[in-house]
């Protein structure tokens, strides 16, 4: 069945390392999303990738990266990860639409930075 | 921009009984799409259900319903006899951009 993967699904870091968090989804999906998820915050969008070589910021981008080079695959860099970026992150993706369009999210990835 | 408002934080239920999830959004746009997520304790982020504002048809599917009305700018979601795997966070969610606009949500706890 197609899927959306994150990896790993844990994470514990120390302040100032390069941080990068793997998103793998086989729908063949046109977009793919970055938010985080905090408490009091609800969802926020980091980055997002409407095709191939394409990747926009989206609403919290500071301090983070991404690149597109295949459809399968969003990868998400912390340049030198801050204790403020402890959160939960969540990968996205949708077929077509960036409005409209359903958005199917994988399972997760908690990171911890100390 | 688009928002909503579920006003509810947290509802308990015992097991077996029907609860509602309210949900009122805003929004300046003529088409606009709404989405109900549910996020279990385990964390991930389940697709519920994705409604556009053209359709204004109530929408079933086994114990989860959904009352779509423009007039009142509302998109409430109601699970029928509920059960104790329901409970979880739910999110109702306009696109925002290119964003889900997640609010608070509501933390159902439904009790044996």
């Known amino acids: 069945d197609a899927e959306i993967t994150q990896s790993p699904r844990h994470k514990i870091t120390e302040t100032g390392r390069q941080v990068t968090l793997a998103c793998h989804q086989t729908w063949n999906h046109n977009n793919m999303f970055w938010y985080r998820q905090d408490l009091g915050h609800g969802l926020r969008l980091i980055h997002y990738?409407?095709?191939?070589?394409?990747?926009n910021k989206g609403e919290v981008s500071d301090g983070y990266s991404v690149s597109r080079s295949n459809t399968e695959d969003l990868p998400l860099t912390l340049e030198s990860a801050a204790s403020s970026q402890t959160s939960v992150y969540f990968c996205?993706?949708?077929?077509?639409?960036?409005?409209?369009?359903?958005?199917?999210f994988g399972p997760g990835t908690r990171l911890t930075v100390l | 921009a688009q928002k909503v408002t579920q006003a509810q934080t947290e509802i308990s239920v015992v097991e077996k009984e029907d609860v509602t999830l309210d949900c009122v959004y805003e929004?300046?746009?003529?088409?606009?799409?709404l989405f109900w997520y549910k996020q279990p304790p385990s964390g991930e982020l389940v697709f519920l259900i994705r409604r556009n504002s053209f359709d204004e048809q109530n929408e079933i599917s086994g114990r989860y319903s959904w009352n779509f009305q423009k007039s009142t700018s509302s998109f409430n979601f109601t699970i029928t006899a509920s059960q104790v795997v329901d409970s979880a966070v739910y999110f109702c969610?306009?696109?925002?951009?290119?964003?889900?606009?997640f609010g608070k949500g509501t933390s159902l706890l439904v009790t044996p």
């Open positions: 996205a993706s949708s077929e077509g639409s960036l409005r409209t369009d359903t958005q199917y």
């Open positions: 969610a306009p696109i925002s951009g290119y964003a889900l606009n």
């Open positions: 929004t300046r746009d003529t088409t606009y799409y």
């Open positions: 990738s409407y095709g191939v070589q394409d990747t």
